[in-house]
């Protein structure tokens, strides 16, 4: 059974600084996902990463994918208080996805 | 393009009632449709899916159901609420053969 792992579950940072989310999972696959949840809101999609090696980048946030580690990386650069929100990582596993608990972020002024 | 819609946004229901949520996605045919449930601070829980008209998957036993009587019309039911089906409800999309969800805004269930 798959099952996927996201650290830290909780981050408080303060703006400008950089940090990652990491996300694992159990088995192989080789499509990954990244959400973001905002308070009391619905998820919506940020990144596709459909092949060893994806790179994908969007303002201050970029993901990458290591099939062969199985593991991805949602880092985020310089924060700013806007993308304070929950991330979830999910994998695809037989056509079905596997989430991740989510990652809470904070990133205070 | 596609669009999702899902209602309503908010609803308070006292135990034992019944439940009806509906959701219909536009702008494509023969989707995956997917309910899920949100309790509060935590993650997803994939309720049901399905993959054609008729055809529903249940993932987690409990007292709700799920039809699909149109190509892009998902419904939630319920006979008797529990207080325990509280929580966020989110009805998902995705191509025929793929997995990238795409999410409708949400039901919030109170059982009081």
């Known amino acids: 059974e798959l099952k996927v792992e996201q650290n830290p579950l909780f981050l408080s940072m303060q703006e400008g600084k950089n940090y990652t989310i990491y996300c694992n999972y159990s088995t192989t696959s080789d499509r990954l996902y990244w959400y973001r949840q905002d308070p009391g809101k619905s998820l919506e999609s940020l990144f596709v990463l459909l092949s060893n090696g994806a790179v994908k980048q969007e303002g201050r946030l970029m993901a990458s994918l290591d099939t062969k580690a199985r593991l991805s990386t949602l880092h985020i650069t310089a924060a700013v208080h806007d993308l304070s929100a929950t991330y979830f990582c999910a994998v695809d596993s037989n056509y079905q996805l596997i989430w991740g608990a989510g990652t809470k972020l904070i990133i205070k002024p | 393009s596609q669009t999702i819609h899902q209602w309503p946004a908010t609803l308070v229901q006292p135990v034992g009632s019944p439940l009806s949520l509906e959701c219909t996605v536009e702008?494509?045919?023969?989707?995956?449709l997917y309910w899920y449930r949100q309790a509060a601070g935590r993650g997803l829980q994939l309720l049901f899916y399905?993959?054609?008209?008729?055809?529903i998957s249940s993932e987690v036993p409990q007292n709700l159901s799920a039809s699909r009587p149109q190509d892009r019309q998902f419904i939630l039911s319920s006979k008797k609420l529990l207080l325990s089906d509280s929580g966020f409800y989110l009805c998902?999309?995705?191509?025929?053969?793929?997995?990238?969800?795409?999410f409708g805004q949400g039901t919030r269930l109170t059982v009081v």
């Open positions: 702008g494509t045919s023969n989707p995956n």
């Open positions: 399905s993959v054609g008209i008729g055809q």
């Open positions: 998902a999309w995705s191509y025929s053969g793929g997995t990238e969800a795409f």
